[in-house]
């Protein structure tokens, strides 16, 4: 079945460290999304990409950085300038063309910063 | 820049009856699209149904619709005959039309309305 999977579910890690969120597609979507919740906060756009090799800064950028070098693939990486990284992560990929087409979603990664 | 309201952080229905989540929104852009979507404790995103800017009649999937007033810049979701397992947070989204770097595409949120059903 197609789908996004994002890994791990949980993730915990000590402050100071830099930390890589992983998600892989195989839906063949060419535009890729990173979203963070919070509680309360909605979602919220932290890095988007609309081809290999290319994406945007969001609304939250700073703190994370991305990489997309395949299709597949577009990891996020939380590091340590990030001030308030605990929360919920959430990947997301998009056909390209049609504006109604929705956002498909990963289950997401929860990362906890100790 | 972009605006999505939900005023509602939550709401209790009883199960079998409807339900209505608020959603306003604010653009100066004529065409755009709405989406919801629901969100359950486990947490994955479920899109329910979108609604354009231009389209003539409101969406309808399912047991769910969306009262489109685009005059008053409300895309609420109506979700008809209440179970159990509509209980989850939902959410309101629209997609943004600035074009800073050929045709970009995000989605922006509203915080979302936590929906209780009661047996």
């Known amino acids: 079945d197609g789908g996004i999977t994002q890994s791990p579910k949980y993730l915990f890690r000590k402050e100071g460290q830099n930390v890589t969120l992983s998600c892989e597609q195989n839906?063949?979507?060419?535009?890729m999304y990173w979203y963070r919740q919070d509680p309360g906060q909605g979602l919220r756009l932290i890095y988007y990409?609309?081809?290999?090799?290319?994406?945007q800064k969001g609304d939250i950028a700073e703190g994370y950085s991305v990489s997309r070098e395949k299709k597949e693939s577009f990891p996020l990486t939380v590091t340590s300038a990030q001030k308030n990284p605990t929360a919920f992560y959430l990947c997301?990929?998009?056909?390209?063309?049609?504006?109604?087409?929705?956002?498909?979603f990963g289950n997401g990664t929860r990362l906890t910063v100790t | 820049a972009q605006k999505i309201t939900q005023t509602q952080p939550g709401m209790f229905v009883q199960e079998k009856e409807a339900v209505t989540l608020d959603c306003t929104y604010d653009?100066?852009?004529?065409?755009?699209?709405l989406f919801w979507y629901k969100q359950p404790s486990s947490g994955e995103m479920i899109f329910l149904i979108y609604q354009g800017s231009y389209d003539q009649q409101n969406a309808t999937e399912g047991r769910y619709s969306l009262n489109f007033q685009k005059a008053r810049k409300s895309a609420n979701l109506v979700i008809s005959a209440s179970q159990l397992g509509d209980s989850a947070m939902y959410f309101c989204a629209m997609w943004d039309t600035r074009i800073t770097r050929g045709s970009n595409y995000k989605l922006t949120f509203g915080k979302g309305t936590l929906l209780t059903v009661n047996p």
């Open positions: 990409s609309q081809i290999v090799n290319d994406f």
């Open positions: 653009t100066s852009d004529p065409s755009y699209g």
């Open positions: 997301a990929s998009r056909p390209d063309g049609k504006y109604n087409s929705p956002l498909h």
């Open positions: 839906l063949n979507h060419d535009a």
